[in-house]
């Protein structure tokens, strides 16, 4: 059984930071693309960023460009998403998400994704 599981959420101050963990159990982590995407109360779910499986392609929404800077090491098996000048905006429930069959020219559309976690929570206060 496929498991993705994120931790490092919480509750920051606008302009604060958090690095978000992405790890796997089922799954060799360090052989998929991994995307984060995020969704807040009563809106889409919407692709935050990719990383490649060698970890040297990235891609951001435009909405966290030179914010957000997404890693991966692979000798820990791990994905990382810090985020930093965190805006109110930012709140939302964050995903990290993978496939089986990916195709990056359409990263951020949620419906390619077959593997999910849970979801940490991240809440930005003014």
């Known amino acids: 059984q496929v498991q993705l599981v994120e931790s490092g959420g919480g509750l920051v101050q606008s302009g604060g930071s958090l690095r978000l963990s992405c790890t796997a159990s089922?799954?060799?982590?360090?052989?998929?693309?991994i995307t984060w995407f995020r969704q807040a109360p009563g809106k889409e779910r919407e692709g935050v960023c990719m990383i490649n499986i060698r970890g040297d392609t990235t891609n951001y929404a435009e909405s966290v460009k030179g914010r957000f800077t997404v890693s991966r090491d692979k000798t820990k098996e791990a994905v990382y998403l810090q985020m930093n000048s965190l805006k109110p905006e930012d709140t939302a429930v964050y995903f990290c998400?993978?496939?089986?069959?990916?195709?990056?020219?359409?990263?951020?559309?949620?419906?390619?994704?077959?593997?999910w976690g849970q979801g940490t929570p991240v809440t930005v206060s003014s």
């Open positions: 998400a993978t496939a089986d069959r990916f195709f990056a020219a359409t990263w951020s559309r949620a419906a390619q994704y077959n593997y």
């Open positions: 089922g799954i060799a982590l360090n052989y998929y693309s």
